[in-house]
């Protein structure tokens, strides 16, 4: 039997329990630990925040150094931010103690055009370690991205590429609901907005690997994030949202060569969104249409698809790799 590589997973929100309650039912992995800054969470049991009746033996750490000499994992699931820019420090402290990543930070997704500094410095650190680092996810990661490129396989030309998703935020985690606004006044989620202190991360990300992977030159990116406000009250575990608040968001990516409208990203995410679903459309020789009626369900998909790519992640070739570079991700072993 193959030998099983050791994980540690960084970061227990709510989509990292996730990814380690599914790393401890895979047969090919083992979870030798887990971080977080937490403080109320350091000492614990990991098997007491999954609400699983035995005791796991992971003890729940705060410092990643001290986790990453101590269990001398093989690779790390990173679970802690969306902006690049908040977790270079830990890919950094992963990849020079020679640990692959695989991480959901949406920057990290393809991080060439708007991070090229930070991106270029990851690929040399990882190439001297010998080990890959991957941004991995839903979206971006597979639904408005990945999704399209293993449809256009059987394409001999593509023209463009619209891509439509619709998510009722109602069913997702708490911390994505206070992402995209929920309750918040117009104006006040108009500043954060600006402030990049809300809504959705990584559109532009799938954007551009679509354009880098599908041939199709794009000279002009516009993105354009608006509130989607309530027409009714609504109350969800973690929200209460007025008529007249802020219910979610409305957000495009749209990406032009000469004018002429190549790429298009639409995402409409907030609470009692009606008909979730995942839309491609290419244009092209043959023309291809996809729809997933009821929409890619996000938070367990996001840590289904981290766990799922840990043996490729480990076995792709040294640096910082793109989903497209690594074989197609599957369920299992």
Do not use: W
Not at 147 to 174: E, G, H, K, N, P
Not at 177 to 205: C, S, T
Not at 239 to 266: C, F, K, M, N
């Amino acid at each position: 039997m193959p030998q099983r590589l050791r994980v540690i997973q960084l970061g227990l929100g709510p989509i990292g329990l996730e990814a380690a309650r599914l790393t401890f039912s895979r047969s090919d992995l083992e979870l030798v630990g887990a971080v977080d800054v937490d403080p109320r969470l350091g000492g614990r049991d990991l098997g007491d925040l999954l609400e699983i009746p035995d005791r796991t033996g992971v003890i729940v750490q705060s410092d990643l150094a001290s986790a990453l000499e101590r269990e001398g994992p093989d690779i790390v699931f990173q679970t802690t931010g969306s902006r690049l820019a908040d977790v270079m420090g830990q890919i950094e402290q992963v990849v020079r103690h020679g640990a692959n990543l695989a991480s959901t930070t949406e920057e990290l997704f393809f991080p060439h055009r708007r991070h090229p500094v930070e991106a270029a410095r990851i690929d040399s650190l990882a190439r001297e370690q010998g080990v890959s680092v991957l941004g991995t996810g839903v979206n971006p990661g597979f639904a408005m991205d990945t999704l399209a490129l293993c449809l256009s396989a059987v394409c001999r030309r593509i023209d463009s590429v619209s891509i439509r998703r619709v998510v009722d935020a109602m069913t997702r985690r708490a911390p994505l609901q206070r992402k995209i606004g929920a309750g918040l006044p117009v104006e006040e989620f108009r500043a954060k907005v600006a402030r990049k202190e809300l809504g959705h991360v990584g559109l532009v990300e799938s954007l551009d690997l679509l354009a880098a992977v599908l041939g199709l030159v794009v000279d002009e990116v516009e993105e354009t994030i608006e509130p989607v406000v309530a027409t009714q009250a609504i109350r969800t575990s973690h929200a209460t949202v007025e008529p007249g608040q802020v219910a979610g968001i409305h957000h495009t990516a749209l990406g032009r060569s000469a004018g002429s409208l190549r790429i298009s990203l639409d995402l409409r995410m907030y609470l009692g969104a009606p008909s979730p679903h995942d839309e491609i459309a290419i244009e092209g020789d043959p023309p291809i249409r996809n729809r997933v009626e009821g929409g890619i369900a996000g938070d367990a998909a996001t840590a289904a698809i981290l766990v799922n790519c840990a043996g490729r992640v480990v076995a792709a070739p040294p640096g910082l790799r793109t989903i497209a570079e690594v074989p197609i991700i599957t369920c299992g072993t």
